[in-house]
């Protein structure tokens, strides 16, 4: 835990303190980010009951009336925007620290390159035997599984007193796994993906930025415009691609591609990046029960990766994944990602979910459908976890 850093480097966020007081921000911000087990004030006087036309159009799930993620939220603290920034997420964050003190809690794992924070923000009890990790945006380019992330953890703190998930109460869920969101691994790229070179601080950054457009043009590994290459970016600020950046039959991935580029080069060595060694250092410091990665696009799931040693399970998550959001489950190995790490050297079992069908970014005219298809997956997996 590393509330202090998170504590100073929150402070001095001049977006944030914006609408409060410098001294509030702080000390309520410090009072209230840590979990204090099972509240007893409900928090659903936010919420109505949706009736039955709000039931998602196309959902493969049977509807349960009472389920929590079908309610409406009166005042939501997460409203989805096309481009919903680092900036936005970090203010939304806050302000659900300050909603729902007692049922979140706030890690920052360490910073990006250019000096943004890596949140991992903890619904439910931390301290509980079951843990889950749900993470998204490693890839720059698929930032509209940011929004989406976030609107999954508020769904849960607005319901966790009251709520209920396949007729049991989502406190009682919520009190025996802590499910672990990371909704931004990437900052840097997802604000380079989002706001082109301006968006990144360092100059140092913004040349290797440079260099790698001038070498990926040379190479033909692009012929977008400067613009649009940058739109279409997926590695972090130094050009290293941080799902290859895991050591997962590393030295076999694209090992002639030895520069900085807006995608697939897997960087100097494993955990090069640190936004790879934040990851890693969460994964390998707890003991998770699953892994869900958030990716775009394709509206599929997979689930192996050679050497699994979860194999099994890994298809049986990808199954229940698949009656929810319709995807298609598809068995081709993934090579060199968080996942396929995660399942072949500490054997925890995961999917990857590729949300859209839309190249990247995916258009925000489809992020109702992905929200619909989406919503109930953190807790169909801590219920999952609970059962299995
Ligand atoms: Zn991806």
Redesign the pocket.
């Known amino acids: 835990m590393n509330i202090i850093n998170y504590f100073r480097r929150f402070c001095t966020k001049g977006a944030v303190i914006t609408y409060l007081s410098l001294s509030l921000t702080c000390s309520g911000l410090f009072a209230s980010a840590a979990y204090a087990g099972p509240a007893d004030d409900a928090s659903l006087g936010t919420q109505t009951h949706a009736g039955p036309g709000q039931e998602a159009a196309g959902s493969q799930q049977p509807a349960v009336v009472n389920s929590f993620y079908n309610q409406v939220l009166s005042d939501p603290i997460v409203k989805p925007v096309d481009k919903y920034s680092y900036g936005q997420m970090e203010q939304d964050i806050y302000l659900l620290t300050q909603r729902y003190p007692g049922k979140i809690t706030l890690n920052v794992l360490g910073q990006s390159l250019d000096g943004r924070n890596i949140y991992d923000v903890v619904i439910g009890n931390p301290q509980a035997s079951k843990k889950i990790l749900i993470q998204g945006a490693?890839?720059a380019r698929?930032y509209i599984v940011v929004p989406l992330m976030m609107q999954q953890m508020e769904y849960l703190l607005a319901g966790y007193d009251s709520g209920t998930y396949q007729n049991q109460p989502l406190s009682s869920i919520l009190n025996q796994v802590a499910i672990h969101f990371v909704p931004m691994a990437n900052p840097d790229g997802v604000t380079l993906s989002q706001m082109g070179e301006n968006g990144i601080n360092s100059e140092e950054l913004r040349q290797t930025i440079r260099t790698a457009y001038a070498l990926d043009t040379a190479e033909g590994r692009t012929s977008l415009d400067y613009d649009q290459y940058l739109t279409r970016w997926?590695s972090n600020a130094r050009g290293v691609d941080l799902?290859y950046n895991f050591d997962a039959k590393w030295a076999d991935i694209n090992p002639e591609l030895t520069h900085a580029s807006s995608n697939g080069y897997k960087g100097t060595s494993p955990l090069s990046e640190p936004e790879a060694q934040a990851l890693a250092g969460l994964i390998q410091s707890n003991s998770f029960s699953a892994i869900i990665s958030y990716?775009?696009m394709g509206r599929v799931l997979y689930w192996d990766t050679e050497g699994n040693q979860k194999a099994a399970e890994s298809y049986d998550m990808a199954l229940n994944a698949s009656a929810v959001t319709g995807y298609s489950v598809l068995s081709s190995k993934g090579v060199g990602g968080l996942k396929d790490w995660a399942q072949k050297t500490l054997a925890i079992p995961g999917i990857t979910i590729e949300v859209g069908r839309s190249v990247c970014p995916v258009a925000f005219s489809e992020y109702q459908a992905i929200w619909d298809q989406n919503k109930a997956i953190p807790a169909l997996f801590a219920n999952y976890v609970l059962t299995h």
């Open positions: 490693i890839h698929e997926k799902n990716h775009a």
